[in-house]
Nanobody, 126 residues
């Protein structure tokens, strides 16, 4: 049974930082996508990282501020977020899929990922 568990959300002021964690169990080889959703809007791809080699993808609005990384020994993927802005507010979801490929050229789409976490709230507000 595959499980995806996110953690690390919270409330910060603009300019602050947070680190989101995603731990996957039940899969040995998978790509990870981070998605954000705000009320009334579709879930959008923020970043992704391939199972092995390859350049991670970042949405233009987060480039230079967010960093995705993988710790294979812990089956964990992290999203380091700095210079947070109010528009970064939303529920952040981690998703894993053994068949997906992360490309620096294409925004990850929700339908490309089978296994989802429960989401973690990130609120950026002064």
């Amino acid at each position: 049974q595959v499980q995806v568990v996110e953690s690390g959300g919270g409330s910060v002021q603009p300019g602050g930082s947070l680190r989101l964690s995603c731990v996957v169990s039940g899969l040995d080889y998978y790509a990870i996508g981070w998605f954000r959703q705000v009320p009334g809007q579709e879930r959008e791809g923020i970043s992704c990282i391939s199972a092995t080699v390859g350049t991670p993808y970042y949405r233009d609005s987060v480039k230079g501020r967010f960093t995705i990384s993988r710790d294979s020994g812990k089956n964990a993927v992290y999203l380091e977020m700095s210079g947070l802005k109010e528009e970064d507010t939303g529920v952040y979801y981690c998703a894993a899929d053994p068949s997906s490929r992360c490309s620096v050229f294409y925004t990850p789409r929700p339908y490309q990922y089978e296994h989802w976490g429960q989401g973690t709230q990130v609120t950026v507000s002064s």
